[in-house]
């Protein structure tokens, strides 16, 4: 996902009421949190390489309960939210594919170990993300329910190690489905049909309501939207307040009035130098907030309406099955997305130049 798609997600997340997204292979660099209207974004990659590439996506009312982060690397990110009466860890997780070498594998096991011993015990945790594992349908006891699909293979029974060393389930295999709630992941052709997204979470934890895939959601992935639904309360956490920004573009003839007559009244010849280098500030942001107006601040927006309608077309045409028309609509929002990029950075440029 690039960023162009961003505005896609948001809106997406927003129409089937997802309020913690876990994203798997971007395009962005680096890594960091930056906020995008009612949205909060973290992410994690490797510097020069733009391989493994996952982020955790918040909506406003869930970022207040956020009290920490850890960008453990390209593989892994974890959130911690402040709730009642345990807190929540959610960590997002990108596997290792089914190609990779041994060592990459047990290496990427490890690191996820490692973030689990930072994670208090007493936390309800989730680990949500792409693991390309198949646990198949066969019950294992404690960890994956009958409702599986397909047949287990490697990377699937080291998953299932996993979760019986640190006590987790598999909540996407407990509640029966149609099997077309149960695919994660389609072959281009058609043919294969594989679960290889999980959500696990702590077996203590026993207010899960349902978990399965969401067909029609539409970011332009191969991947279907898989959602658990759970009850928990968040508190929110103590926030900074943000700077006021006012509009010094227009500034009123009152305000030089205003700042004039209580300059008059200072006593600049006998006065005390710290008092004076005190009181000159104080009366200058006295009359700003007194006279000047707040700055409304509108964001451009990165997507034009053209390509967020082709956008909802796309999702409906795939809802459908109709796949040739998908593809053509897919090919047509890539290239209005790239010239609105385009036209984005061309605006931000200008902006810059200005001031």
């Not at 490890?110 to 066969?138: H, M, R, Y």
């Not at 490697?154 to 987790?168: D, P, S, V």
């Not at 007559?261 to 006998?270: A, E, T, V, Y």
């Not at 997507?303 to 090919?331: C, D, F, P, W």
């Amino acid at each position: 996902m690039n960023q162009g798609k961003l505005e896609v997600v948001k809106q997406e997340m927003a129409r089937v009421n997802v309020d913690i997204l876990g994203i798997s292979e971007l395009k962005w660099t680096g890594m960091g949190e930056f906020n995008s209207d009612d949205h909060y974004i973290y992410y994690c990659e490797q510097e020069s390489l733009r391989r493994n590439r996952i982020a955790i996506m918040v909506n406003k009312r869930v970022r207040n309960s956020v009290f920490g982060c850890n960008l453990k690397n390209d593989r892994m990110i974890s959130i911690r939210f402040q709730g009642k009466p345990f807190n929540i860890t959610v960590i997002e997780v990108y596997a290792p594919t089914s190609n990779a070498e041994e060592v990459e594998v047990e290496g990427f096991y490890e690191d996820l170990q490692d973030l689990l011993e930072l994670t208090p015990k007493n936390d309800v945790l989730f680990i949500i993300g792409d693991w390309n594992a198949k646990v198949g349908s066969q019950e294992t006891p404690g960890v994956t329910g009958k409702f599986g699909l397909g047949v287990q293979n490697k990377a699937g029974q080291r998953l299932i190690e996993f979760c019986q060393e640190n006590t987790l389930v598999i909540a996407n295999t407990l509640f029966q489905q149609h099997k077309r709630r149960l695919c994660i992941w389609t072959s281009p052709d058609g043919q294969h049909r594989n679960q290889i997204d999980y959500i696990l979470c702590s077996q203590r934890w026993s207010s899960m309501q349902s978990a399965k895939t969401r067909l029609g959601a539409d970011c332009g992935s191969d991947h279907e939207l898989l959602i658990a639904k759970f009850r928990l309360k968040l508190k929110k956490v103590g926030k900074t307040t943000r700077p006021f920004r006012y509009d010094l573009n227009q500034i009123p003839y009152d305000y030089t009035v205003e700042v004039t007559n209580r300059f008059k009244g200072l006593d600049l010849i006998d006065g005390v130098t710290e008092e004076l280098w005190t009181e000159i500030p104080d009366i200058v942001q006295e009359a700003v907030i007194k006279i000047i107006a707040m700055k409304k601040c509108k964001k451009a927006k990165r997507l034009s309406e053209e390509a967020l309608q082709i956008a909802v077309k796309r999702r409906e045409v795939k809802s459908k099955g109709k796949k040739e028309r998908y593809t053509h609509l897919n090919a047509e929002f890539q290239r209005i997305a790239r010239r609105d990029k385009k036209a984005f950075l061309s605006d931000q440029r200008v902006i810059h130049i200005s001031i």
